[in-house]
Structures are given as C-alpha cells and as structure tokens.
C-alpha cells in the first residue's frame, strides 16, 4: 500500500531536549517536504526537498532542520524544542516530473514540548 | 496568505449533492486549482485538481468557471464519512517549492 509513515504519532517532550521526527514514503517520491499546522494559521511549510541531498527553506524553518540522505526518508530534526514548535505537523511527498497534484500526507505527528 | 476564498461552514443532507464554492479571483494563468480535505486531525487527502476544463474523477467533480476566477467541488452523493474540512487552493507544484498554501477550508457536515 502506498504510504506515507510519520513517527512518532504523539510526544510530549521538555524545552531543549533534542528529539526527531522521522518520515518514511514508499512511493519512489523525489519531492518530500515537512508542513506545521496549527489553528487559525493553517498548514506552513517548515522544509522542502527536491530530490537525495537537496532541502530548502519553506516559510517557517526557524528552529528546524533536515537531511536527505535517502531517497524515502526525511526526518525533521528539533535540535533545542521550544513551547512555540508545540504544534500537529505533517510529512508529505509527490512525483516530482508529473503534475498530478496529488501530495501525499502522512498521518501527522502531535508534538507537545513543556 | 491564502489566494482562495470559501465558506467557513456548510451543510449537506445525506445522498444529496453537496456543492462546494470556492472564489479565486487572482488565479494567474499557469496556476491550476487543488482541492483537497481533511477529516479530523488526520493527513490531508487530495481529491482532485484542474487547470481550465471541468474534471471528475471517483471522488467528486470539478467545474471551472470560464474566467477561472471560482470553481467548484461537487461530492455527488454525501455520505457521513464525506464530512470533513474542505481546502481550496490555488498554485502551482512547480514553483515555490511546491507550496500549496492552505487556508481555512469550508468545514462541511453531512447530516443523516
């Protein structure tokens, strides 16, 4: 079944402990990117990735990072989490050389950071 | 901010039609028109997109206005399980990163 897999689902962690989000597609996808949703202010793009080895900044990278070092995985990094990354956030992926306008969602991951 | 404007809320009686508005008077030439949902908290699921013609896959259907300044989704037959918020968006995956910037959504309810 093609999927995206976020882990994991739900944390509660503490102000600076580092922690990482890891994502996992098994569609082959060359585009990957990170998204934050909370309420009133919809979804926002934290991080994009093109292909293996390229990231970039979407609208709100402040605090976060990412590597591609595989094609399916894209883990987001919070290297010191803050109360204001306590949000609902999503992977997504998509065929990168076809505009099917589909993305891919992964279920989500629901961080609370004390 | 998003380029899209639809109703916050909308109602649908159960096998009816629900007809879903969405206003994009900014719409540029190259952008097409995605709709997607998203049922409680989970992952948004793509429903269908278009550039121009009207569109209709197992899902729903798509018309575009002429001028392609509105559109819209039209869920045949609701069933409980089609509620959920409904997002409009307008863009391009190819530019911008493939940003599709969502906005607040119509939150539809399928009443029995």
């Known amino acids: 079944e093609a999927q995206v897999t976020q882990n994991p689902r739900y944390l509660i962690t503490v102000t600076g402990k580092k922690l990482t989000v890891t994502c996992s597609q098994n569609m082959n996808h060359e585009y990957m990117s990170w998204y934050r949703q909370d309420p009133g202010l919809g979804l926002r793009q934290i991080y994009y990735s093109m292909n293996v080895e390229v990231t970039d900044k979407g609208d709100v990278p402040e605090g976060y990072k990412v590597s591609r070092k595989e094609k399916r995985n894209f883990p987001l990094i919070l290297e010191s989490p803050s109360p204001n990354q306590t949000s609902l956030y999503f992977c997504?992926?998509?065929?990168?050389?076809?505009?099917?306008?589909?993305?891919?969602f992964g279920e989500g991951s629901r961080l609370t950071v004390l | 901010d998003a380029k899209t404007t639809q109703p916050p809320s909308m109602d649908c009686a159960e096998g009816r039609a629900a007809n879903l508005p969405c206003n994009h008077s900014?719409?540029?030439?190259?952008?097409?028109v995605y709709w997607y949902r998203q049922i409680h908290s989970q992952g948004p699921q793509y429903i269908i997109h278009?550039?121009?013609n009207n569109e209709t896959n197992e899902m729903a259907s798509l018309i575009i206005t002429e001028d392609r300044k509105s559109s819209t989704l039209i869920l045949p037959h609701a069933t409980l399980r089609d509620t959920a918020v409904y997002y409009c968006?307008?863009?391009?995956?190819?530019?911008?990163?493939?940003?599709?910037?969502f906005g607040q959504g119509t939150e539809l309810s399928v009443k029995p």
């Open positions: 997504a992926s998509r065929r990168l050389l076809r505009n099917t306008g589909e993305l891919f």
């Open positions: 900014t719409i540029s030439g190259n952008e097409y």
């Open positions: 968006i307008v863009g391009s995956l190819y530019n911008q990163g493939g940003k599709l910037i």
């Open positions: 278009g550039l121009k």
